[in-house]
């Protein structure tokens, strides 16, 4: 490319930098606060109040445990396999915060609408799960190693019926970028996929706690069992590396169920900016985890895998089965 | 890389299917204590489990040769630390029965309803851990809740919230106010609701009953046969509780019934220990509508402490006093004897053998923690990993009382 | 049946074996010689009329003075009678080892193991005799009577020494040596 073509592509190039600027902002106070919004709606389902003691009601918080967590000593095992011990958490931050690249937040913006937007981030939530795998891998600790083993399975199995439980979606929009189906569903919250397509919502949200390592099925790091999973070996920044990606990875899931499902940035009430509406939706999808995670004991791991086999992947494919007729007729 | 018996090749083996060794505890955040366990895997499948415990043992035994009846008493505490008052009661009712000391009526009454708190105060911190274990961690904190109301009416009565010393040979430390009385009875009027409370997070779940039926199976001859006892034997639907085969207490005058179920898995430990709420509450209720005027000590002179205010005010009870607390009883009866009481957890015996002299010549404690552990293996068998972390909470064992 | 009435029967049927009972309070303690014991413990567990099918405890005992030092104690419940026997197995000094109980009741498994520990009676027959609660590398046996009270000063952790050696360039570790 000239240098011509490098001035006369500046602009959208620093419109791009500033949208990535703004959508990694957004994700990484999210992930701080996000872990407050847990610990304080647990709390009170729990009968307690959740952090209570640095700044008021606890806000500061995030910012303790991040300054704590960056200044804690990095503990690597002498036996670990050191470059993958090193890259492993990496993997999963860049995984699950690349996933934010497609994702419209309001009308017009996302940072790359890509057509493929929805197999992109499919693609990127498996190469979440390299991160899991390698980190137990590369600790040389039975608990990691049967921890990445058993996430390695699960995400395989529900990345079946989460992909199949999008192609209605696909179907019915026509495409595979977040921004079309979005489109697509304007005009009424009664367009919105949700209601045409109840069956994949239950499978997508059961698929996404899956697949984002959550409770009920979050057997990876059960801690009575396993102690941690596949992250016990990883301590200071390197934890938090992990931490961030799980909370990034349910930001991204969430974002989906709203765009796919729950009409993205359109709303009842018109008016109100988009950006609203969207972080309402995914808000209230992300309080929903909580909830399941205060209420629901864990399912043990052949349990989980005969769940997402002989009913999850069933129920998907029917799902698509139906969906393809009613379109064809 | 994992670990070198993955890689070196036994004869017979086939190298992709070698069974991983899995050295779990005694620093783990499901085996409530130090429990050591070494589980052989093969995948998540449990080939066999070898548990080493020991890590807590303190030498109790050995120590109560060496101090006197009075002395030991603190000791008994320190053993099942979750429900101190009902080891106190064990051990005082063993050295009462040696020396043959007949209670007052009001003793009875009151060791009764602070034994029953306390196996209400175990069985909610066993729901807790138990459902933490398998998940479920809201029941925690709501069980921790309820245990708290139960603490702090320990520490009214006696000052102390989990290491209690309570009870005193031939009596109790001091009376219990009717004050106290009134509130434990309030606390009994909420608690059945509560129990209600964790059977909706828990009862009909559907992932809490995968988790629990059918898993664990321990059938009633086994259940005999391996020494099993308290809720873990009843689950398997043995009808026998110490309670009413040799009661102590008053627990022939206030009406209940031994709570088992059929099927012996998990879920039927878990229910039963439900019941027992229920039970223990109506207990203490009855004991507090039926409990006399009276006084706490025994009048067994010889083994008996003497009343604070004599004490403090009669030079005869002073020395006596003085005496019984460093000395011990100097008369005490010879013989053997073993007598058994129903701990939260299951039987708690113990075995003293009195020479005479002012402290025990052996005294055994048999506790039912660490006959559940020797069990640990054989319920295990065949189960997956997650299964063992069911099973261990199941059979509710301390370690503490298991090492002694 | 009365615990005496067990009694009377073993005395019949092993009566040579038979040592002798003492009663305090309201139970029988039967002692025995320690040869025969496995046959005698299987016959209170197998007899429909005894059925001794809950070994509720199983114990040693010392006394340095007497003839028979060490008393295995084996506590015997029925569940469906519901009396209660103590059964003594005396066992000599000179000759520590009983047969073991474990293929009769399950349970005395552990409780053997922790006799052995702490008093250094061999149970002839155990599947897996080891120490229980005390290290593997335990020396002596705490619960006999002439175990002495009070550690030595210069006592250290076994293998300390070696440890010391294994680490001595070590930095991290900071071992004065």
């Not at chain 3, 335990?138 to 020494?161: H, T």
Request: proline share 5%; hydrophobic share 45%; net charge negative.
């Amino acid at each position: 490319m000239s240098l011509t073509g490098i001035i006369a592509t500046l602009p959208e190039t620093l419109v791009i930098f500033l949208k990535t600027f703004i959508a990694v902002n957004i994700l990484m106070l999210h992930i701080a606060y996000v872990v407050y919004f847990e610990r304080k709606v647990i709390g009170h389902m729990q009968a307690r109040l959740g952090p209570m003691r640095v700044g008021w009601h606890g806000l500061l918080q995030p910012i303790a445990d991040g300054v704590k967590l960056f200044f804690k000593e990095d503990i690597i095992p002498s036996s670990a396999d050191k470059p993958i011990f090193y890259i492993a958490p990496v993997i999963g931050v860049v995984a699950a915060i690349s996933s934010l690249a497609v994702i419209p937040m309001w009308d017009g913006f996302s940072i790359a609408d890509l057509n493929i937007g929805l197999l992109y981030i499919l693609a990127l939530s498996s190469i979440g799960s390299y991160a899991i795998i390698l980190s137990g891998w590369a600790s040389t600790s039975k608990y990691a190693f049967i921890g990445s083993l058993r996430s390695a399975a699960q995400v395989i199995s529900y990345e079946i019926a989460m992909g199949m439980s999008l192609v209605g979606i696909m179907l019915l929009a026509g495409s595979a970028s977040l921004s079309d189906i979005v489109t697509a569903q304007q005009g009424g919250v009664f367009n919105w996929f949700i209601f045409k397509q109840p069956l994949a919502f239950f499978v997508f949200v059961m698929a996404a706690i899956a697949e984002t390592n959550r409770a009920p099925f979050d057997l990876p790091e059960a801690e009575t069992e396993i102690v941690a999973g596949y992250f016990t070996e990883y301590s200071g920044i390197r934890f938090g590396l992990f931490f961030m990606a799980e909370y990034a990875g349910m930001f991204i899931m969430s974002a989906m169920a709203a765009v796919c499902f729950l009409g993205g940035w359109s709303g009842p009430i018109p008016g109100v900016p988009g950006i609203v509406w969207f972080l309402f939706k995914v808000y209230g999808f992300i309080f929903f985890y909580f909830w399941i995670r205060a209420t629901l004991p864990r399912y043990r791991y052949d349990q989980l895998m005969s769940l997402g086999w002989k009913l999850f992947i069933p129920l998907a494919l029917a799902n698509i089965v139906i969906t393809g007729l009613v379109k064809i007729l | 890389m994992i670990d070198d018996n993955m890689n070196d090749r036994s004869e017979g083996v086939d190298l992709l299917s070698k069974e991983l060794t899995l050295n779990m505890g005694p620093q783990h955040p499901a085996t409530h204590g130090v429990l050591r366990l070494v589980l052989d895997l093969d995948g998540e499948t449990v080939k066999k489990i070898t548990p080493y415990v020991g890590y807590l043992h303190r030498g109790v035994e050995k120590l109560a040769e060496n101090r006197n009846y009075m002395q030991i008493l603190p000791l008994t505490d320190r053993l099942d630390y979750i429900s101190a008052m009902s080891n106190n009661i064990g051990y005082c009712t063993a050295v009462e029965k040696t020396f043959g000391i007949e209670l007052t009526e009001r003793t009875e009454y009151i060791r009764t309803i602070v034994g029953e708190m306390s196996r209400i105060a175990n069985h909610l911190l066993w729901l807790a851990t138990h459902a933490l274990d398998i998940g479920a961690m809201t029941v925690f904190l709501y069980c921790f809740r309820e245990r708290e109301s139960i603490l702090d009416l320990f520490e009214k009565l006696c000052g102390a919230r989990l290491t209690t010393t309570y009870t005193r040979i031939g009596g109790l430390k001091n009376d219990a106010s009717p004050e106290w009385l009134e509130q434990v009875y309030k606390f009994t009027d909420d608690f059945p609701s509560r129990v209600e409370q964790y059977e909706t997070l828990i009862d009909q779940n559907r992932i809490w009953l995968r988790r629990t039926k059918g898993i664990g199976y321990i059938s009633p001859e086994d259940a005999i046969n391996w020494g099993l006892t308290g809720p873990v034997l009843r689950g398997s639907g043995v009808n026998y509780d110490v309670r009413k085969t040799q009661p102590y207490g008053v627990y022939d005058k206030v009406k209940w019934e031994v709570q088992t179920a059929q099927n012996g898995d998990i879920y039927d430990r878990y229910r039963v220990r439900m019941e027992e709420f229920r039970q223990s509450n109506s207990i203490i209720r009855q004991c507090i509508e039926q409990i006399p005027e009276g006084p706490i000590i025994s009048d067994a002179h010889k083994y008996v402490l003497p009343p604070k205010d004599r004490v403090l005010n009669d030079m005869e009870s002073l020395i006596h006093h003085f005496v019984l607390i460093t000395k011990g009883p100097l008369t005490a009866p010879k013989g053997e004897i073993y007598v058994a009481t129903e701990v939260p957890k299951g039987e708690l015996g113990f075995h003293i053998v009195s020479d005479g002299e002012g402290r025990p010549y052996r005294m055994r404690v048999r506790s039912p923690s660490f006959v559940h552990v020797s069990a640990l293996p054989k319920i295990c068998q065949g189960e997956l990993v997650a299964d063992v972390i069911a099973n261990i909470g199941s059979i509710d064992i301390v370690l503490g009382e298991c090492d002694r | 049946m009365e615990p005496i009435e067990i009694v009377a029967r073993l005395r019949e049927k092993f009566g040579s074996e038979i040592l002798q009972d003492t009663q305090f309070r309201d139970q029988v303690f039967v002692s025995v010689k320690k040869d025969r014991i496995l046959d005698i413990c299987k016959f209170l567990h197998d007899d429909p009329d005894t059925n001794m099918d809950f070994l509720a405890d199983l114990c040693g005992v010392d006394y340095p003075d007497n003839e028979f030092r060490f008393e295995v104690i084996y506590n015997m419940y029925s569940m469906q009678h519901h009396h209660r026997l103590i059964v003594k197995g005396m066992v000599p000094e000179n000759d520590i080892v009983i047969d073991s109980v474990e293929s009769i009741w399950s349970t005395a498994d552990w409780h053997e193991r922790e006799a052995c520990d702490m008093f250094g009676i061999v149970f002839a027959g155990h599947p897996d005799l080891r120490r229980i609660l005390m290290p593997e590398d335990w020396e002596g046996y705490p619960l006999r009577k002439d175990y002495p009270l009070k550690g030595r000063k210069d006592w250290e952790y076994k293998g300390f020494e070696e440890l010391k050696d294994l680490h001595s360039h070590d930095k991290e570790w900071n071992i004065q040596a």
